[in-house]
Protein backbone atom coordinates (compact mmCIF):
# COMPACT_ATOMS: atom_id res chain seq x y z
CA UNK A 1 0.00 0.00 0.00
CA UNK A 2 0.90 3.42 -0.47
CA UNK A 3 -0.04 6.41 1.75
CA UNK A 4 -0.03 9.78 0.00
CA UNK A 5 -0.25 13.01 2.61
CA UNK A 6 -0.98 16.36 0.53
CA UNK A 7 -0.64 20.05 1.55
CA UNK A 8 -0.55 23.14 0.85
CA UNK A 9 -4.17 24.30 -0.14
CA UNK A 10 -5.89 27.70 0.76
CA UNK A 11 -7.73 30.87 -0.27
CA UNK A 12 -5.81 32.84 -2.10
CA UNK A 13 -6.80 36.22 -4.30
CA UNK A 14 -6.50 35.47 -8.37
CA UNK A 15 -3.60 36.60 -10.09
CA UNK A 16 -1.48 34.70 -6.33
CA UNK A 17 0.25 31.66 -5.93
CA UNK A 18 0.12 28.64 -3.98
CA UNK A 19 2.67 25.45 -3.91
CA UNK A 20 1.05 22.28 -3.44
CA UNK A 21 2.73 19.17 -1.71
CA UNK A 22 2.57 15.42 -1.90
CA UNK A 23 4.51 12.82 0.02
CA UNK A 24 4.45 9.05 -0.74
CA UNK A 25 4.96 6.73 2.08
CA UNK A 26 4.85 2.85 2.63
CA UNK A 27 5.45 0.47 -0.71
CA UNK A 28 6.79 3.57 -2.87
CA UNK A 29 9.15 1.12 -4.65
CA UNK A 30 8.14 1.10 -8.26
CA UNK A 31 6.17 4.43 -9.19
CA UNK A 32 6.91 5.73 -12.36
CA UNK A 33 4.12 8.19 -12.49
CA UNK A 34 3.14 11.11 -10.02
CA UNK A 35 0.56 13.90 -11.09
CA UNK A 36 -2.19 16.51 -9.65
CA UNK A 37 -6.19 16.38 -10.85
CA UNK A 38 -8.76 18.29 -9.73
CA UNK A 39 -12.24 18.08 -9.48
CA UNK A 40 -15.05 20.45 -9.11
CA UNK A 41 -18.63 19.58 -7.80
CA UNK A 42 -20.62 17.88 -10.61
CA UNK A 43 -17.64 17.65 -13.05
CA UNK A 44 -15.38 14.82 -13.64
CA UNK A 45 -11.87 14.26 -11.91
CA UNK A 46 -9.57 16.31 -14.14
CA UNK A 47 -5.96 16.46 -15.19
CA UNK A 48 -3.78 18.74 -14.60
CA UNK A 49 -0.02 17.70 -14.84
CA UNK A 50 1.64 14.44 -14.31
CA UNK A 51 5.63 13.96 -14.10
CA UNK A 52 7.27 10.92 -15.32
CA UNK A 53 10.43 9.49 -13.29
CA UNK A 54 12.22 10.18 -16.07
CA UNK A 55 11.42 13.85 -15.65
CA UNK A 56 9.06 14.13 -18.46
CA UNK A 57 5.88 16.61 -17.92
CA UNK A 58 2.66 17.16 -19.10
CA UNK A 59 0.06 19.74 -18.74
CA UNK A 60 -3.30 20.16 -19.41
CA UNK A 61 -3.91 23.00 -21.26
CA UNK A 62 -5.66 25.60 -19.47
CA UNK A 63 -2.85 25.17 -16.64
CA UNK A 64 0.19 25.43 -19.13
CA UNK A 65 2.61 28.47 -18.78
CA UNK A 66 1.60 28.91 -14.99
CA UNK A 67 1.31 25.82 -13.14
CA UNK A 68 4.86 23.61 -13.28
CA UNK A 69 5.02 20.12 -11.54
CA UNK A 70 8.35 18.62 -9.62
CA UNK A 71 9.45 15.87 -7.55
CA UNK A 72 12.31 14.91 -5.15
CA UNK A 73 12.74 11.42 -5.25
CA UNK A 74 14.97 11.64 -2.17
CA UNK A 75 11.69 12.96 -0.30
CA UNK A 76 9.42 11.08 -2.34
CA UNK A 77 7.33 13.83 -2.91
CA UNK A 78 5.69 15.74 -5.73
CA UNK A 79 5.10 19.34 -6.08
CA UNK A 80 2.58 21.71 -8.20
CA UNK A 81 3.67 25.49 -8.27
CA UNK A 82 0.68 27.17 -8.88
CA UNK A 83 1.47 30.78 -10.69
CA UNK A 84 -1.44 33.53 -12.27
CA UNK A 85 -3.85 31.48 -10.35
CA UNK A 86 -7.90 32.18 -11.38
CA UNK A 87 -11.05 31.66 -10.27
CA UNK A 88 -11.66 29.35 -12.36
CA UNK A 89 -8.70 27.33 -10.66
CA UNK A 90 -10.64 26.79 -7.63
CA UNK A 91 -10.78 22.89 -7.05
CA UNK A 92 -10.40 20.28 -4.53
CA UNK A 93 -6.79 19.02 -6.03
CA UNK A 94 -5.60 15.06 -5.21
CA UNK A 95 -2.46 13.50 -5.69
CA UNK A 96 -2.26 10.29 -7.79
CA UNK A 97 1.07 8.40 -7.99
CA UNK A 98 0.84 4.91 -10.05
CA UNK A 99 2.91 1.82 -10.75
CA UNK A 100 2.51 0.99 -14.45
CA UNK A 101 4.44 -2.43 -14.41
CA UNK A 102 1.77 -3.46 -11.80
CA UNK A 103 -1.40 -1.21 -13.09
CA UNK A 104 -1.75 0.19 -9.13
CA UNK A 105 -2.38 3.59 -9.08
CA UNK A 106 -3.37 5.12 -5.36
CA UNK A 107 -5.06 8.41 -4.19
CA UNK A 108 -4.91 11.23 -1.85
CA UNK A 109 -7.03 12.29 0.51
CA UNK A 110 -7.43 16.16 -1.91
CA UNK A 111 -6.72 19.53 -0.96
CA UNK A 112 -9.00 22.10 -1.25
CA UNK A 113 -7.75 25.53 -3.31
CA UNK A 114 -9.82 28.52 -3.78
CA UNK A 115 -8.78 31.37 -5.93
CA UNK A 116 -11.24 34.58 -5.17
CA UNK A 117 -11.70 37.07 -8.16
Known amino acids: QVQLVESGGGLVQAGGSLRLSCVASGNIAGINVMGWYRQTPGKQRELVATIFSSGTTNYADSVKGRFTISRDNDKNTVYLQMNSLKPEDTAVYYC???????????WGQGTQVTVSS
Open 96 to 106: RVVRTALNLNY
